[in-house]
């Protein structure tokens, strides 16, 4: 029962952390003229580069439907193109333009992005290890539960 006692704070600490990082992002969201969190399906083209829409399904779980959607919405606002792949050209490759992308989301980042870096820069090396292995540790476990639930 200690033990439980000592982890309900964290617990506790980890959903605020998550409610207000979708609070954060949302208003991200909101500035970049995108809706809830197509900004953060950006960070996907950001992170792996050009993908097909089957692709950008996967990664999100998103239903083809709704991603083409988010292709639609992206593709109007010119942070996507989509381009016919050369050996194939039945298939459509989803190509990001980085650049516009960095324009919209990096301005609305820059604060948060350097209070941060002087937060994480007041922890020790050690803690920052600590940090570090409880983050990749967290998202296996974020990783396994997401494909548990795809699964069913």
């Not at 050209?89 to 190509?95: F, T």
């Not at 994480?120 to 990749?136: D, P, Q, V, W």
């Amino acid at each position: 029962m200690q033990e439980e006692d000592a982890i309900r704070p964290i617990r506790k600490l980890s959903q605020l952390y998550a409610y207000t990082s979708i609070q954060m992002h949302e208003a991200v969201a909101r500035k970049a003229g995108l809706s809830g969190t197509d900004h953060k399906y950006l960070g996907f083209f950001i992170e792996k580069g050009q993908m097909t829409a089957g692709e950008l399904a996967t990664l999100t779980g998103l239903t083809t439907g709704a991603v083409t959607g988010l292709i639609d919405r992206f593709e109007k606002k010119n942070l996507i193109k989509r381009q016919f792949a050369q050996d194939d050209r039945r298939k459509v490759i989803l190509v990001p333009n980085t650049a516009t992308i960095m324009a919209l989301l990096v301005p609305l980042y820059a604060e948060f992005r350097s209070e941060s870096e002087k937060l994480l820069a007041s922890f020790s090396n050690e803690e920052i290890k600590i940090i570090e292995a409880y983050f990749l540790k967290a998202i296996d476990i974020m990783k396994a539960t997401t494909q548990k639930l795809n699964a069913n």
